[in-house]
């Protein structure tokens, strides 16, 4: 699992490489790991930042981040618990605790954290900026709340990942609400093994958000996707 090209400018490439959260985004410059679990650390050779949303199994790994973070010294963004968690794991200069309104910058990429709606000790959601301005939003798994409309209005995001299944009481239907709640360029149905629920996702966005492009991502695939062209 590895992104060998360059995105072009002005647009990033992303792969989805487990049926949980795991995302990896690749900017002109950097290259970040959402949540991994269920990989083999070899995969990940060269990345720049580990960034971990909540403390549940099927989001933080504790010896695979140590072992990702040894081979490509990366630093390691995590919520409270997780950082808990990996603390004796990962150099202390290389560990960046975050809290919801919290922006950390890797160079000209800009990394935000905000609030998440889920059941864990202190979850939290990412939007990353890419140096050209690309904007996504990682929602880990989060279900939809209200705040999501102005984060939406705000930051006119390009690409918005949804929970459509597997975490509690998330569905098709709350995925379909971050979309429609957030606004994206583009919207993609993760965190589920349910081809069926991915599909109801993009029938609901078909009706109800036209607007809005549905990627049904496959697993280890590459996606290229572009800033929108309303904010230039
Ligand atoms: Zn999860």
């Not at 792969?15 to 949980?20: A, D, I, K, M, T």
């Not at 808990?84 to 975050?98: A, C, G, N, S, W």
């Not at 939003?137 to 999501?148: I, M």
Request: with cysteine; proline share 8%.
């Amino acid at each position: 699992m590895s992104i060998q090209k360059i995105p072009e400018k002005n647009t990033v490439l992303f792969e989805w490489f487990n049926q949980y959260a795991g995302i990896l985004l690749k900017t002109p410059t950097k290259t970040i790991a959402v949540d991994p679990v269920d990989i083999k650390p070899k995969t990940l050779q060269k990345i720049d930042a580990i960034l971990v949303t909540h403390e549940h199994y099927d989001h933080l790994d504790p010896p695979l981040i140590a072992e990702i973070q040894k081979q490509t010294n990366c630093i390691v963004i995590a919520d409270s618990a997780s950082a808990k968690k990996i603390r004796h794991l990962v150099p202390p200069d290389k560990l960046k605790e975050t809290k919801p309104g919290t922006e950390i910058k890797i160079d000209e990429v800009s990394i935000k954290t905000e609030k998440c709606s889920h059941p864990a000790e202190a979850p939290v959601t990412y939007i990353i900026t890419s140096e050209d301005g690309v904007k996504v939003y990682h929602t880990a798994d989060s279900l939809p709340f209200p705040e999501l409309a102005l984060m939406g209005q705000k930051e006119k995001f390009d690409v918005v990942f949804c929970t459509v299944g597997i975490a509690p009481s998330s569905t098709p239907q709350t995925g379909f609400e971050i979309a429609r709640l957030t606004k994206p360029q583009v919207a993609i149905p993760y965190h589920t093994a349910s081809k069926a629920s991915q599909a109801e996702f993009a029938d609901l966005l078909k009706k109800e958000l036209p607007r809005t492009v549905c990627l049904i991502p496959e697993r280890n695939k590459i996606y290229q996707v572009s800033k929108r062209s309303e904010k230039t």
